[in-house]
């Protein structure tokens, strides 16, 4: 079957397709091993790459990846897009990654006469283009006239269904994640190779480092956790929010962002994982990622009682904290330090994951 996926090329601080990171490149990648011709449109949105605006053309895992201007395509200028596509005839084009892929999947697929899937991977009414006029009803649109729509979590389900009657069926699509990479190990040896103390207890956490994810609420916690022990550091990686700085503190240890493999050593080599969150409309409906990599790398972890993550450990209330309180996040690290209880959640890889996807593909087809 020929698929035509589009998608953004920079989410999560990664680019798709030179880091082969996350959903957006897993999705192609294990359709394509299951014996699809799949060409991906990735929509640019950062304008850095000389290349884009004419058109870029790479290869990958036997996936074809376009690249192309968002500028281009919110001025109505088809021209690029029309060249790099000429002759593909999809059967099939699936959208995922936010608003404006969702609304070009949704003209592509009217143009060429075919169906079209929606993949949600977040709320992206949550998202800062949902207050642009126009993005909302557009989202509204695509979700409502799709085939087939996907969502991350069962809360998101839920809200698809109660907020955009969609025509289609809605299924539930967790992420995945590399056993391989995200797998136990010798914690003395990833301390050693991330230059962590080797001692010490260290608690933390990696990814977005910003106040919508919850963070605000793990560097409220600290001074107070700060004085539990003396040997307790606190080490976080990822992209910092430039409003919300990282703790100035002798025990705060900041390791900048990571690449996929660094960020599994980085678990192996913590006592305890924190996954924040906001009781939000991002943090009831996304997928808890970091909680499935951290189990993964068999560490304990607490996490905030919101959407998905209190769904997946509902049989474990000892492990969550009230979102956006930080007496809440302190008694909860304290407790899981002072015994720890690992959590046996079953962690999906996203070659089993991406079969349901062809099957749904094969129904709308």
């Known amino acids: ?91 099939v084009v699936v959208g995922s990654s936010d608003i404006p892929c969702l609304w070009l ?10 169906p079209y899937i929606v993949d949600l991977y977040d ?74 103390p080797l001692e010490a207890h260290l608690i933390g956490t990696a990814g977005n480092l910003s106040a919508m994810k919850g963070l605000d609420t793990v560097y409220a916690a600290w001074p107070a956790l700060e004085s539990v022990a003396d040997d307790l550091y606190l080490v976080l990686a990822g992209k910092v929010d430039p409003e919300l700085p990282v703790p100035s503190s002798a025990r705060v240890i900041y390791l900048g962002e990571l690449a996929e493999h660094q960020v599994a050593e980085l678990f192996r080599a913590l006592d305890l994982g924190i996954i924040p969150a906001h009781d939000s409309e991002f943090g009831r409906y996304c997928f808890p990622q970091k909680l499935f990599e951290m189990v993964g790398c068999g560490l304990p972890v607490v996490a905030a009682r919101v959407g998905a993550i209190a769904e997946t450990l509902q049989a474990f209330p000892q492990l969550l904290f009230t979102p956006g309180d930080a007496d809440s996040l302190r008694l909860a690290v304290t407790s899981q330090l002072a015994r720890a209880h690992h959590v046996p959640v079953a962690v999906d890889e996203w070659p089993d994951l991406v079969k349901r996807i062809d099957q749904l593909i094969s129904q709308v087809v």
Request: charge should be positive; include cysteine.
């Open 1 to 91: 079957m020929n698929i035509l996926f589009v998608c953004k090329r920079y989410y999560t601080a990664k680019d798709v397709i030179r880091d082969q990171f996350g959903r957006l490149y897993e999705i192609p990648r294990q359709l394509s091993a299951l014996g699809h011709q799949v060409t991906v449109l990735c929509l640019d949105y950062r304008g850095k790459d000389p290349v884009a605006s004419a058109g870029q053309q790479l290869g990958g895992n036997g996936v074809r990846w376009l690249v192309v201007s968002l500028r281009d395509v919110l001025r109505m200028r088809f021209r690029a897009i029309n060249k790099q596509l000429k002759g593909l005839a999809p059967d």
């Open 123 to 196: 709320n992206y009414q949550s998202f800062g283009q949902a207050r642009i006029p126009g993005f909302r009803h557009a989202l509204r649109l695509s979700i409502r006239d799709a085939r087939g729509v996907i969502a991350v979590s069962g809360p998101l389900k839920e809200k698809v269904v109660r907020d955009f009657a969609p025509k289609a069926p809605v299924v539930v699509l967790n992420n995945g994640i590399s056993r391989s990479v995200f797998c136990e190990g010798d914690r003395l040896k990833a301390r050693n190779a991330l230059g962590l």
């Open 105 to 114: 999947s949704r003209l592509l697929a009217r143009r060429e006469r075919v």
